[in-house]
């Protein structure tokens, strides 16, 4: 264990925390009095009561998706300038806006509280910060964009959250779209978070509203015009807030959704006529899954420690936005997007059947690693980990099973602490499946042998890429990078739009893990190694594609290949077990023209 490792928590707070440590102040109350603090062997451990007993299986999760419906127009007209004078905040002008934004659809995303959220009916109903919907109804987590390659999207996202606020979390936003190749002033900055009342440091002015520039265009539109290479495409995003200093608080308390994005390859529909569409299971059966780690009280209460930088870990799981529920599936083939929503719990999953007392394990085909299309499907998988922020779509085929058949998540992972996973034992729970129908028309979907190609990186360009390293651990009981607070003001790096580089990201800790998260484009792994032994450590078949989430293990590095295309503008990276980036585990990097 390094000696960082055996830091005191609670050091001196840095100059540059002042806004964490005036909240701190402000809002100690909330959730102080329910965190006993222990210190064994030097390092600090949280302990806290645990949540009290939930009911099983009583809530029904809808068998689709919530979409979010595009309205006809967005008054006033969005404009590519911050429409100050009537209520937008400050921010940084859309770039490329005329050149990429022909024929939007135009969306309205309010934050709002639910007073009246129930996460298991054994807890009292209770306030999130969730999203509106379509319908009015306010859900935690939002609606699901269903988004298409080539056609802009315009978001105006409304802050309405209540101001007067009083416990965790803080009610300004700067809404993250994980990992879209989005221009910098819709990224979600973390100093760009705004309400009516407060404008982040990197704003002009606060505001009501916020329009974000989603183009859903692939990266490498300078090289390849039109909207960038298909081989570049996601699939599987979710948008959270990035507000600084408080991400983890505020996604936890419900700013966060799904954004699935499409294109002529996987367009969502198992009846294309284009013989080259891979026809996968397509929505209703396209179903997304977040997982959120949560905590509760004696009174059945969320509750958080925002102020810790160990933060709390959560012995419930929410599967969107409900506690121990049922989702009800008919006999055919289902595309699952697993999301792991943190804030800072592993998971290692199975879906099984049970046999008496025993699990069994059964099989699934893993189709994309974050959000990604694999360029082949892997078959008869049996498992998936995933850190915070990692996906893995899958789709299991439920025609295997007689209707009435029962199955069920369950997570296997042992976990002590925010450090991370400890191994892995007995079971739990998460989600009841139950097959109930037949599907109302034969399944037509498929898994066709090849799924999406890798853009091919000329070994040359690797071998001249400059190597940058980013060296993630502790500094005076706050977690930093190559021994700095994240500055938001400064970058750390400066970049090149069009340049590519090897970034060499190292985990000297003995205990914690950290997925790191770079924003904006995805990268491949080159190589990972145990920075002790020097031995490499195989690259797994899932985590051979587009990553945008790179998990160091404890005291192991690797090297990341990166471009840095079409945008230019400030962005970060940052460990996405959200206390640590909480608890400023950011760089801010920048890219020039
Ligand atoms: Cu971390």
Excluded at 372 to 394: G, V
Excluded at 564 to 581: A, I, P, Q, S, T
Aim: charged share 20%.
């Amino acid at each position: 264990m390094s000696t960082q490792d055996n830091e005191e928590a609670s050091g001196t707070a840095p100059a540059s925390a002042g806004r964490r440590t005036f909240i701190k102040a402000s809002v100690a109350t909330a959730a102080a009095p329910m965190i006993l603090t222990s210190r064994k062997s030097g390092a600090q451990a949280i302990v806290v009561p645990p949540s009290p007993p939930v009911k099983f299986w009583q809530v029904e999760l809808p068998t689709e998706t919530k979409v979010l419906q595009p309205v006809a127009a967005l008054d006033p007209a969005p404009l590519a300038w911050a429409n100050v004078g009537a209520g937008e905040c400050g921010r940084g002008d859309h770039p490329r806006y005329d050149q990429l934004c022909a024929n939007p659809l135009f969306y309205e995303l309010r934050a709002r509280e639910n007073p009246d959220w129930v996460f298991n009916p054994a807890y009292p109903p209770q306030p999130v910060w969730g999203w509106q919907g379509s319908d009015g109804q306010v859900t935690a987590p939002g609606p699901t964009f269903l988004a298409r390659y080539g056609k802009p999207n315009i978001v105006r996202i409304y802050n309405e959250l209540p101001q007067e606020h009083i416990g965790y979390g803080s009610p300004e936003i700067s809404t993250h779209l994980h990992n879209a190749h989005n221009p910098s002033p819709s990224d979600g900055f973390p100093g760009d978070f705004f309400s009516p009342l407060k404008a982040g440091p990197n704003l002009s002015v606060p505001g009501q509203w916020r329009d974000h520039f989603w183009p859903n265009i692939y990266a490498g539109i300078d090289k390849f015009g039109g909207i960038g290479d298909p081989r570049e495409a996601l699939g599987t995003c979710f948008y959270h807030d990035h507000n600084l200093d408080f991400t983890a608080p505020n996604v936890l308390k419900g700013q966060i959704g799904f954004y699935l994005i499409y294109d002529d390859l996987d367009s969502g529909d198992e009846h294309d006529p284009n013989p080259a569409a891979l026809r996968l299971p397509g929505p209703p059966y396209d179903y997304p899954i977040l997982l959120q780690d949560m905590r509760f009280d004696a009174n059945g209460m969320q509750t958080y420690d925002q102020f810790s930088p160990e933060g709390i870990l959560g012995d419930r799981v929410a599967v969107n936005g409900k506690i121990l529920p049922v989702l009800k599936v008919a006999r055919r083939k289902y595309r699952l997007r697993v999301v792991n929503g943190g804030p800072s719990r592993f998971y290692f999953l199975h879906i099984v059947t049970k046999i008496g007392t025993s699990n069994v394990w059964q099989p699934f085909i893993r189709i994309a690693t974050d959000g990604n299309l694999l360029p082949r499907p892997l078959y008869n998988h049996k498992k998936i980990e995933i850190a915070p922020a990692e996906r893995a779509d899958i789709v299991m085929d439920f025609s295997m099973y007689p209707i009435g058949t029962v199955l069920f998540m369950i997570d296997r992972q042992i976990q002590l602490d925010t450090r991370g996973p400890a191994g892995v034992g007995p079971s739990r729970q998460i989600l009841k499946i139950i097959v109930d129908r037949e599907p109302p028309e034969p399944d037509v979907s498929r898994i066709p042998l090849t799924l999406r190609q890798l853009p091919w990186i000329n070994p040359a360009h690797i071998e001249a890429a400059p190597v940058r390293q980013f060296v993630f651990d502790r500094t005076n009981g706050q977690w930093a990078v190559n021994g700095q607070l994240f500055d938001v003001e400064n970058p750390r790096a400066v970049v090149r739009k069009g340049d590519y580089e090897v970034w060499e990201l190292v985990n000297p800790s003995g205990g914690w893990h950290h997925p790191i998260h770079i924003h904006l484009e995805e990268g491949r792994i080159l190589r990972k190694w145990d920075i002790e032994t020097g031995l490499e450590i195989p690259i797994q078949a899932w985590d051979r594609g587009r990553r945008d989430v790179y998990t160091l293990a404890p005291n192991t590095a690797m090297r990341i290949f990166l471009r840095f295309r079409d945008w230019e503008g400030k962005y970060v990276m940052h460990c996405h077990n959200l206390v640590h980036e909480d608890h400023a585990m950011m760089v801010r990097f920048d890219i020039t023209a």
